[in-house]
């Protein structure tokens, strides 16, 4: 008997560590006893889940720093994003040069060398240009952000218009009036998009 009571003893203790044995409580036995302290939100973590929601930043800036980007973190995105986009407009353009002035040849090595050289070219040549119209739009952006000490669309137009004017003026005054009536009106129409929804705010809150 004594023996028989050890091995009961034994086997609710090992049962105990692992989970089974010992004395068993239903469903039904646990179904009225009230959860002290705890929420039932749920039956397996007490935590509310309004606390899980982030309604704030997830990164902590340093004090004076601002939310976005200034005009010298994006300037290597802004040359790099022109360089890329040059290339492939330039590769596209090259693929269709090559194919018109080749039109004529039958399809070989030679032909297919022509138009690869093509479209080489073309894409470096595009690639470069828009490469070097960002790296001034970019130098003039910062110089004039750090001057004025604002970020605004000013400064984009300002950019443009400046980059324009020094890019064509090789041509002269009349290259440089231009180049400047041309980066004023594309960076004068990327101003209009950017604001166009504050601008249709306005407008209807004068209207009503």
Known sequence: MEGGGNT????????????????????????????????PLSPYLNLDPKYLVQDTDEFILPTGANKTRGRFELAFFT?????????????????????????N????????VQILNMVTRQGALWANTL??????YSAF????????????????IAAGTLTGMLYKSTGG???????????????????????????KGSIARQSL
């Open 131 to 136: 490469g070097s119209l960002a790296l001034l």
């Open 79 to 103: 040359i790099g994003g022109c360089c890329m986009t040059g290339a492939a407009f330039g590769a596209l353009n090259g693929l269709r040069l090559g194919l018109k002035e080749t039109q």
């Open 173 to 199: 005054v009349r290259g440089i009036a231009r180049g400047g009536i041309a980066g004023l009106t594309l960076t004068g129409l990327y101003a209009l998009y950017n604001n166009w929804e504050h601008m």
């Open 8 to 39: 009961t003893t034994k086997g609710s203790g090992l049962g105990g560590l692992f989970g089974a044995g010992g004395a068993g409580y239903s469903h039904a036995d646990l179904a009225g006893v009230p959860l002290t302290g705890m929420s």
């Open 105 to 112: 040849m039958a399809w070989s090595k030679p032909r297919n």
């Open 141 to 156: 952006g910062v110089v004039i952000e750090k001057t004025r000490g604002a970020e605004d669309d000013l400064n984009t």
